[in-house]
């Protein structure tokens, strides 16, 4: 297992492609399982996660061709039902968006359950009521959510309680398919969910109030091939920027949107940074002393829980007390003890963090537990005094394409060893 050794103290400077983004790629994967044309992808970012969602479509029967790194030409023509099975779908939770296309492609799905993980319980009960709505009958058997639907899906109202992201990219999938309208509300407004809405509509759906709180999907539309460039990601750019504030330096964010980030923009002028647009993306600076901000992290466009963990790697050397509260995840705190190996002062109440900042951060070695935590435990590596050795550093690989060669190109002294 790969490990990444950072010593600390280096002003980063320079420029970062900002990749595709994986979460965008990952639900429009499983999208190619709907027709049988052909979509093509571009932009697809060179992460492990892709690579998983690719192999579980694959395992259906669409033949896949890799375009050069980035491309990938999904043929679903002769694609077949299966069950998707728990090796696969506990890897990667997003696996679980294959369930809409297939029951909605073939009248049935069998997918394992994914189950909990480091972040939460993250049930699928609102995937499942969608596809109730949709007149599907939704059973748990053995582990496996099976539906099915055989005289197909019928359009509906669906009512989500809560704006779920991946729930409103099942519900928006299955109602491709099924017959007349399907109207979306308290839908998820993430700017992966619009890409979607992008990519659909490409492949011949008719959607309206896509990146609104209610989406109108008429169903059941002739298919066609397609193809889509995938949105930049917004996470991977809020690292990066985070990277530049926490090091004292200077990030050109190369292709990251402005318009998708605005609540992260505003938080990190807040506590110090400067960003504004450049000739290719955003560029961001630490303007001065880093000052601490109390921040909540709400569905978009409020601050992503997403970047919650590198903030508040930030906010541990930021003058100052902050409360970061996370509302969307209900134990997306587990940075805070390898983080408090580094020095960091934090203390827990429930849901809320209280970071006491203005800490000289010191190496030590630290342990992942999921993705984000992987990235804020090595953005605290790159501020801390010393050696930081972050281990699982397969959690990292899941969603960041070349982290540690496109931090080293911009000054950072990392490492990646086999341990
Ligand atoms: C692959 C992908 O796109 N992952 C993102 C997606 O995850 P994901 O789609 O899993 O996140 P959701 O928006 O669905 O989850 C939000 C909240 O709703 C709860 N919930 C969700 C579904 C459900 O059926 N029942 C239920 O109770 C979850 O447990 C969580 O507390 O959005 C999250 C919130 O922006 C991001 O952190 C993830 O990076
Ligand atoms: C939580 C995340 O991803 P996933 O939903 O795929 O676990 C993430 O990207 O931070």
Known sequence: MDQLVVRGG???????????????????????????????????????????????????????EAIGAHQARLDPGSAQNGAAHYELVRRMRASVLVLGPLLARFGEARVSLPGGCAIGARPIDLHVKALAALGAQVDMEGGYVVASARGGLRGARIVLQNPSVGATETALMAATRARGETEILNAAREPEVADLCALLLAMGARIEGAGTHRILVQGDQPWRAASHE??????????????????????????????????????????????????????????????????????????????????????????????????????????????????????????????????????????????????????????????????RVYHLDRGYEALDRKLVRCGADIERVGA
Not at 300 to 311: C, E, I, K, R, S
Request: hydrophobic content about 45%; overall charge negative.
């Open 230 to 391: 995938i949105i930049p990601d917004r996470v991977e750019a809020g690292t990066y920027g985070i990277a530049a504030a926490i090091t004292g330096g200077r990030l050109e964010l190369e292709g990251a949107r402005l318009e998708h980030m605005a609540s992260v923009c505003q938080v990190l002028e807040s506590v110090g940074a400067r960003i504004w647009p450049g000739d290719r993306g955003l560029m961001v600076e630490r303007a001065g002393a880093l000052k601490a901000a109390d921040i909540t992290t709400e569905p978009y466009p409020g601050f992503p829980t997403d970047l919650q963990a590198q903030f508040m790697a930030l906010m541990a050397i930021a003058e100052g007390a902050s409360m970061i509260r996370e509302t969307v995840f209900e134990n997306r705190f587990m940075h805070v003890p390898e983080l408090a190996r580094l020095g960091v002062d934090v203390t827990l109440q429930g849901t809320t963090a209280f970071v006491r900042g203005g800490r000289r951060l010191k190496g030590a070695p630290v342990m992942a537990t999921d993705l984000r935590a992987s990235v804020c435990l090595l953005l605290a590596g790159l501020a801390a005094e010393g050696e930081t050795v972050v281990g």
């Open 10 to 64: 280096r002003r980063l400077e320079g420029s970062v492609s900002i990749a595709g983004a994986k979460n965008a790629a990952l639900p429009q994967i499983a999208a190619a399982l709907l027709s049988d044309r052909p979509v093509t992808l571009s932009n697809l970012p060179r992460v492990s996660d892709v690579a998983s969602m690719l192999d579980l479509v694959a395992g259906y029967g669409v033949h896949v």
